[in-house]
T-cell receptor, first 113, second 111 residues
Framework: GNSVTQMEGPVTLSEEAFLTINCTYT??????LFWYVQYPGEGLQLLLKATKADDKGSNKGFEATYRKETTSFHLEKGSVQVSDSAVYFC????????????FGTGTLLAVQP | NAGVTQTPKFQVLKTGQSMTLQCAQD?????MYWYRQDPGMGLRLIYYSASEGTTDKGEVPNGYNVSRLNKREFSLRLESAAPSQTSVYFC??????????FGPGTRLLVL
């Protein structure tokens, strides 16, 4: 079946450090992949997405590349800020046109000044 | 634009009580979704609606019913609440571009 596995947190970094949050998936076909971010007390918002193999999604300094050969979609940022502290969710669209998403368990990122 | 709104923000129920969670969107989206978020489990899809007048089950539909009242509104009903339904509930909507837009959530505690 379809599933998403992402690294457990919390991830604690100092400001300006490099960030990687690992995400791997299992799916039939070639689903679209997403990273959503949830700031404290808020709903989720889309951070970036990629719809086919080798696509790179990017936004706000974050990047992730859709790697079909390793079934991965790792999130990276070169220099994190305190304002990046949030929970990050990797997700895949398993429902095609119905846009049904499967989410990973989320990774809490805490950035210290 | 308010985006996706949910009411109430917080609710406490006793086991066996019923309640309806309300969701509305003003983005003219066709698709709407209800998720629950539990610690260590991410978000799981309860029900979704691809268009006005249609609904379908997601991963965890047991104990819930939904109504797509019109294009804007999608409600989630708990007929007889159980402690296992203590969770944070999120509503989301989407057009055809796969991006889902989420509401702020409803925190439900069932005693």
């Amino acid at each position: 079946g379809n599933s998403v596995t992402q690294m457990e947190g919390p991830v604690t970094l100092s400001e300006e450090a490099f960030l990687t949050i690992n995400c791997t998936y299992t799916a039939t076909g070639y689903p679209s992949l997403f990273w959503y971010v949830q700031y404290p007390g808020e709903g989720l918002q889309l951070l970036l997405k990629a719809t086919k193999a080798d696509d790179k999604g990017s936004n706000k300094g974050f990047e992730a590349t859709y790697r079909k050969e390793t079934t991965s979609f790792h999130l990276e940022k070169g220099s994190v800020q305190v304002s990046d502290s949030a929970v990050y969710f990797c997700a895949l669209n398993y429902g095609g046109a119905t846009n049904k998403l499967i989410f990973g368990t989320g990774t809490l990122l805490a950035v210290q000044p | 634009n308010a985006g996706v709104t949910q009411t109430p923000k917080f609710q406490v129920l006793k086991t066996g009580q019923s309640m309806t969670l309300q969701c509305a969107q003003d983005m003219n989206h066709n698709s709407m979704y209800w998720y629950r978020q539990d610690p260590g489990m991410g978000l799981r899809l309860i029900y979704y609606s691809a268009s006005e007048g249609t609904t379908d089950k997601g991963e965890v539909p047991n104990g819930y019913n939904v109504s797509r009242l019109n294009k804007r509104e999608f409600s989630l009903r708990l007929e007889s609440a159980a402690p296992s339904q203590t969770s944070v509930y999120f509503c989301a909507s989407a057009r055809d571009t796969e991006t889902q837009y989420f509401g702020p959530g409803t925190r439900l505690l069932v005693l």
